[in-house]
């Protein structure tokens, strides 16, 4: 996906601010929140403010270019948009997120829709439980 083009088209511009964000948030390796954002643009803009982090955020989040996804209490974690057919796995021993991919978003709009009349128009499906590697082995029987 080039940010660049698609900033283009709405009217706005590629700052090196913008590409440093977006640049640490597409080599993420998992969900980062701002301030995971800001401490690893800082590492090559040592000035780069907290703030600048967040507007950029929001407007990728406008774009369609960036996702918040609010895994618990805390802040918020920040991911390159990927279609909501996909659900987090948020495991509560070691913080780890992984993506599902599956037909139960799916389940779940048909369900609200058929059931209900709701017509869902985002879907953050986030299940909490413990990982394979976190998890205890199995009980010898």
């Given at each position: 996906?080039?940010?660049?083009?698609?900033?283009?088209?709405?009217?706005?511009?590629?700052?090196?601010?913008?590409?440093?964000?977006?640049?640490?948030?597409?080599?993420?390796?998992?969900?980062?929140?701002?301030?995971?954002?800001?401490a690893r643009v800082?590492?090559?803009?040592?000035?780069?403010?907290?703030?600048?982090?967040?507007?950029?955020?929001?407007?990728?989040?406008?774009?369609?270019?960036?996702?918040?996804?609010?895994?618990?209490?805390?802040?918020?974690?920040?991911?390159?948009?990927?279609?909501?057919?996909?659900?987090?796995?948020?495991?509560?021993?070691?913080?780890?997120?992984?993506?599902?991919?599956?037909?139960?978003?799916?389940?779940?709009?048909?369900?609200?829709?058929?059931?209900?009349?709701f017509v869902a128009?985002?879907?953050?499906?986030?299940?909490?439980?413990?990982?394979?590697?976190?998890?205890?082995?199995?009980?010898?029987?």
């Amino acid at each position: 996906m080039d940010v660049g083009h698609r900033l283009r088209d709405e009217g706005y511009r590629l700052t090196p601010q913008r590409q440093l964000v977006w640049s640490v948030l597409r080599a993420a390796e998992h969900h980062l929140t701002a301030e995971e954002i800001h401490a690893r643009v800082s590492r090559t803009v040592p000035e780069f403010n907290v703030a600048s982090v967040y507007r950029t955020l929001t407007l990728l989040a406008d774009l369609g270019l960036a996702k918040e996804a609010r895994l618990g209490d805390g802040p918020g974690h920040w991911e390159v948009a990927h279609p909501d057919d996909a659900f987090h796995l948020v495991c509560r021993a070691c913080g780890t997120v992984d993506h599902h991919q599956g037909d139960l978003v799916e389940q779940v709009r048909a369900h609200l829709s058929g059931g209900h009349g709701f017509v869902a128009q985002d879907v953050d499906l986030v299940v909490h439980g413990v990982c394979a590697a976190c998890a205890p082995p199995p009980a010898a029987g």
